[in-house]
């Protein structure tokens, strides 16, 4: 974990005040920069010391075997790795022929700052070299929101205590050596130099190089260029496959300062010529001078302002909280916002771990947030499923299945997971494609949208469920053998999540169908199929325990094994890591919001004391070994009288990252555990929910939090609501009047006329035991 004190509390900022090197892969994942196209690892200036180091552009991968011990049908040969490309971060400073490396001699003072609103990473250091000789080294970093191939850099250094003879040599470094994470030496040797050199160029302050991956045969260009202010210098430059080198000399005395801004270029393709390449990113640098280091700037703050203007979260009461909550939102915003055609990791664009893939959790934790935040981007994540659309029907034939089955894990489309029981028997994805599909459309009103795009994604998903299931003797449309989302569970009969969320799939697709007859002619639906969507929706089997009064997770769920939670011990969490699959499988233990992730996206199909019933047996029984469970069970926990509760696990989540709770922080920040603050703000103390045509809000607070306010879009409009203790304010910002749901009263919303309604007393129940060893912690 993160040590008290590391980060300041500021609630527009990540100020770190001292530099720990031993963080340096946590920091480095913190103080990433990303527009959702380019991603930077927070790596230091000088390229060394560093944990990870890290330079990624979305989409762009490499393959590498698959092993497996035992090859079975339906397994995927190849996997697909998110790989360090060309680093352009680097700029080297040698004082008086010393290294500046913060390993040697003495650091008087080290900073850095996230800057939430400009969205710029900002450092200074005074540094005194082992001779003595004292510098002040100044960098800002950004990654442009508007430019979307550009990054930069502002690079100052002055001397102190007396004159100093000054290097910078501002590089382009390819196939750097990074830590070897894959288990399988096939795999890893893949993935060890991966880039091919294709060309390399220079020309006065700019240089070039272009490579190509070794199998995926995908091309990357990157480029640099340089305004160079200060005294006399000297410039030289220099390139070769792996490296591009601008050298400025010169010497300074105190006082005087040297400036550098570098800029650089990426762009990659699977199909465009070399030369094509290399002129795109000639192009962006162009651009990107042309702008200028403040014109990127000020771009990016007017590109800030209107994000936060329409998605802030305000927090009083807890000024912790409310930087991460911030965090947050900066992050979910950076994996997305010009990703444009390409998915969003499950890491964003921070870091390698899960090898970049892209899961389930795209559609049921950032989607939902950018909907209402950010519509624009998570239209485009859609887009992108849209477009494997054809990987996702050969993938469904493969398994003689109808329709289209999406892969559990990927970076290009193709399915790209070794573990059949929590991979490709997932197929519950299906339908969190469908949802989010369902959820965009209903926000934005988006009909060309739902023509062209939603109604292919919602058709073959419905297909895909009509050919995995069927109706049993008594008339119910059972889905058996799947997994849902406890991966402490697999080849359940009737998983409660999969099961509502198929039938939702099924009723959408049949209703947009109607709606949009002739395309839906186009795709070779029929009346006789739409009704077979319809009837199957009807009848879809939902378990029960008449004995318990509880709704099973899968069939049969409550009458496993309880597991021995008593006499588990504290380091042998998560279980996985310490038991074998078959005790968990067959074991009531859950490891993430499962059959409670059911009761909160499908809550219209159960009662509500049902719902209080049911969340109370799964807390006891949920350890929570995943960094996706936390904001869920915070939701219902609001929602069935456990406010405090619920604030324990938002700070959980909202301070995963921030304070290193997962100790994986290294690998890359957790998206959906970050998009989850939102959720735990808007769905659980906000209470909003968009099962229906109206937007249904019931907001309750914790009792250490004394307001909350939140801003989100809507079918065009800008919407506050602020809630206090014993009232809850909606305001329309911008657009037309709108129609809403508080507390089950419908209530109209016009432009400056706000409505204020009395909070309901919540539910009084006693609050719910975990496991022994599991509760959150008080606030995180």
């Known amino acids: 974990m993160i040590p008290d004190g590391v980060f300041e509390v500021d609630p527009w900022s990540i100020p770190e005040r001292r530099l720990e090197l031993d963080l340096l892969a946590v920091t480095e994942s913190i103080f990433a920069l990303s527009n959702g196209h380019i991603g930077l690892r927070g790596n230091l200036d000088e390229g060394e010391p560093a944990g990870h180091p890290g330079t990624y552009l979305n989409g762009f991968y490499e393959t590498r075997p698959l092993p497996y011990a035992e090859p079975a049908y339906g397994y995927p040969e190849s996997g697909e790795s998110m790989i360090n490309v060309t680093n352009g971060k680097v700029l080297r400073l040698l004082v008086d022929d010393e290294p500046f490396d913060l390993r040697y001699g003495h650091v008087e003072r080290h900073e850095r700052t996230l800057d939430l609103r400009a969205g710029v990473l900002r450092r200074e250091v005074h540094w005194i070299s082992p001779a003595g000789q004292g510098v002040i080294v100044r960098t800002t970093r950004i990654v442009s929101f508007v430019q979307r191939s550009v990054a930069a850099i502002l690079y100052e250094v002055e001397p102190y205590r007396a ?268 339908a969190d494609i469908a949802d989010a599909t369902r959820r965009y459309l209903a926000a934005t009103g988006d009909d060309r949208f739902g023509q062209e795009i939603a109604l292919e994604l919602l058709v073959e998903t419905a297909r895909l469920w009509r050919s995995v299931g069927h109706h049993d003797a008594q008339g119910g449309f059972r889905i058996d053998g799947v997994t849902g989302p406890d991966e402490y569970s697999a080849l359940a009969d009737n998983n409660v999540y999969t099961n509502v969320m198929a039938g939702r799939n099924l009723r959408h697709a049949a209703h947009l169908a109607a709606h949009h007859p002739v395309r839906a002619e186009q795709l070779g639906v029929s009346e006789e199929e739409i009704a077979g969507w319809r009837d199957a929706a009807g009848a879809i089997v939902l378990p029960y325990d008449e004995e318990l009064q509880v709704t099973p997770q899968s069939e049969s769920f409550t009458r496993h094994r309880r597991w021995d939670f008593e006499h588990t011990p504290p380091d042998s969490y998560p279980l996985l890591l310490h038991y074998p699959y078959a005790l968990l499988y067959s074991s009531q233990v859950v490891k993430q919001a499962d059959l409670i992730f059911a009761l909160y996206v499908c809550g219209d199909c159960f009662s509500d004391e049902q719902r209080a019933r049911d969340f109370d047996y799964y807390e006891r029984i949920t350890v929570r070994d995943s960094s996706l469970s936390a904001c869920i069970q915070a939701i219902m926990a609001v929602e069935v009288g456990h406010a405090d509760l619920a604030y324990d696990y938002l700070g959980e989540t909202a301070f995963i990252d921030l304070r290193d709770l997962a100790f994986n922080t290294r690998d890359g920040i957790h998206l959906a555990a970050l998009a989850g603050s939102w959720l735990v703000a808007v769905a659980g103390f906000g209470g909003m929910r968009d099962h229906g045509d109206t937007l249904y809000f019931s907001p309750r607070l914790p009792s250490r939090l004394s307001r909350l306010s939140f801003r989100l879009v809507y079918r065009g409009r800008r919407l506050r609501v602020t809630i206090t203790r014993d009232q809850a304010s909606y305001e329309l910002l911008d657009g037309e009047a709108l129609e809403l749901r508080h507390h089950g009263e419908d209530l109209t919303v016009s432009p400056g006329v706000p409505q204020t309604r009395d909070l309901p007393q919540a539910p009084q129940r006693p609050r719910p035991s975990q496991p022994p060893g599991r509760s959150p912690p008080l606030g995180a």
Not at 279 to 303: K, P
Not at 312 to 326: C, S, T
Not at 367 to 393: I, Q
Request: charged share 20%; hydrophobic share 40%; with cysteine.
């Open 163 to 430: 004159a100093a003879r000054i290097v910078v040599q501002s590089e382009l470094v390819a196939n750097e050596p990074v830590p070897e994470t894959a288990g399988d030496p096939r795999a890893a040797a893949a993935l060890r130099r991966p880039l091919r050199g294709e060309s390399n160029g220079h020309n006065g302050l700019r240089a070039g190089l272009v490579h190509t991956t070794r199998a995926s045969r995908l091309r990357v260009a990157a480029g640099m260029d340089h305004l160079v202010e200060g005294p006399e210098n000297t410039v030289t430059a220099e390139s070769e496959a792996d490296l591009a080198r601008v050298t400025v000399s010169t010497g300074l005395k105190p006082g005087e300062r040297l400036r550098i801004v570098k800029f650089l270029a990426y762009g990659w393709s699977s199909s465009r010529s070399l030369p094509a390449m290399r002129d795109q990113v000639d192009a962006a640098l162009a651009s990107a001078v042309h702008t200028g280091w403040e014109g990127l700037c000020a771009s990016q703050r007017e590109y800030l302002d209107d994000f936060w203007a329409r998605a802030d979260v305000e927090v009083e009461g807890d000024p912790a909280l409310q930087q991460a909550i911030r965090f947050a939102l900066f992050h979910v915003l950076q994996s997305a916002a010009r990703a444009e055609g390409r998915a969003i990791p499950a890491k964003g664009l921070t870091g390698r771990g899960y090898d970049g893939h892209t899961f389930w959790d795209m559609e049921t934790y950032t989607l939902p947030v950018l909907t209402y935040v950010a519509p624009t981007a998570a239209r485009d994540a859609l887009l992108w499923r849209h477009s494997t659309l054809g990987l996702a029907r050969a993938r469904a034939r493969e398994l003689n299945l109808e329709g289209a089955a999406f892969p559990w894990r990927t970076i290009s489309g193709q399915e790209c997971s070794g573990y059949w029981p929590a991979g490709t028997a997932a197929l519950h994805i299906n």
